[in-house]
């Protein structure tokens, strides 16, 4: 069964960071490259950054150079660092393989304001 948890949303000023955590199953993780999306009420969920399993990495325009994704394998976990943070940024966070897979995690909700 796929199990995703993520976690480290909050809500955080213009300019400010957040760290997301997502501990993934063994069987997502190991033999995939991973994903993190967003979605938002007014938004389809898209595509935010992506990592192999070898460690090459990709983000969609928006986040370049402000969000950096990295991933344990030793401990089935993804992350994604997040710097600059802008009122656009505002969204629920999800993990999952990249293509993603049919089973999602709950999300981690990510509100930048003043």
């Known amino acids: 069964q796929v199990q995703l948890v993520e976690s480290g949303g909050g809500l955080v000023q213009p300019g400010g960071s957040l760290r997301l955590s997502c501990a993934a199953s063994g069987s997502i993780f190991s033999r995939n490259a991973m994903g993190w999306y967003r979605q938002t009420p007014r938004k389809q969920r898209e595509l935010v950054a992506f990592?192999?399993?070898?460690?090459?990495?990709d983000y969609a325009d928006s986040v370049k150079g402000r969000f950096t994704i990295s991933r344990d394998n030793a401990k089935n976990t993804v992350y994604l660092q997040m710097n600059s943070l802008k009122p656009e940024d505002t969204a629920v966070y999800y993990c999952n393989a990249y293509p993603a897979g049919q089973s999602w995690g709950q999300g981690t909700q990510v509100t930048v304001s003043s």
């Open positions: 990592i192999f399993t070898g460690g090459r990495t």
